[in-house]
């Protein structure tokens, strides 16, 4: 199966002013655009040619850096465009406040120990929420790893790459975490993973 780069589910002016146009265009038309590129000329003639893309994420780690780079951030970009929403943020959907609750204790502990796993992510990477043992927890991985190549589920991350978030808040990497979980999160789309992980 070739990698191909999705269409973002909404306009690049939708997010503003909390991830801008500017930022889109390069993560979007040019990042992520690499990444589809560089994967499908990486995965010739491999043995995960022709797989669906979770299994050459999980087969290719640890065993071809080339193409578990790629892909791997193939498959977190696919999921990021849809853990935004323009007006997002807000209220959580029932099972899924119920699990974080479950947890962490509270929603704010769960979002506050997310934005921490993000901001002290050193370097490139990501911060997540993952189903583990039918938890939800708050992991991070540098680079394009992502919970799935370590045993859970991922239900929400957030790119720590200075590429998602520098033109829009230069270093401030707290300040753009903050914006992401208050005014960006697609709640809706986590906890339709939630729901596939916990079947």
Do not use: C
Not at 49 to 75: C, D, M, T
Not at 92 to 103: F, N, Q, R, S, T
Request: hydrophobic share 35%.
């Amino acid at each position: 199966m070739s990698f191909t780069l999705p269409d973002l589910p909404y306009s690049y002016d939708a997010l503003a002013p909390y991830m801008s146009r500017e930022t889109l265009e390069y993560h979007h038309d040019k990042h992520h655009l690499a990444y589809v590129n560089n994967g499908n000329n990486l995965i010739k003639g491999t043995e995960w040619e022709g797989k669906s893309l979770e299994e050459i994420v999980k087969g290719s780690f640890g065993k071809n850096a080339g193409l578990f780079n790629n892909a791997g951030q193939h498959y977190n970009h696919l999921h990021f465009w849809k853990w935004l929403k323009p007006n997002g943020g807000g209220a959580i959907p029932g099972e899924l406040e119920k699990a974080i609750v479950d947890g962490f204790g509270s929603v704010e502990k769960a979002k506050e120990d997310f934005i921490q796993a993000g901001v002290t992510q050193f370097g490139s990477g990501w911060a997540w929420l993952a189903v583990k043992d039918g938890k939800v927890i708050v992991v991070k991985t540098p680079n394009g790893e992502s919970p799935l190549v370590h045993g859970a589920a991922p239900i929400l991350g957030v790119d720590v790459w200075e590429h998602s978030y520098y033109i829009d808040y230069r270093n401030r990497r707290p300040d753009y975490l903050k914006a992401f979980v208050e005014n960006l999160v697609n709640w809706e789309y986590v906890a339709e993973l939630y729901g596939a992980a916990t079947k």
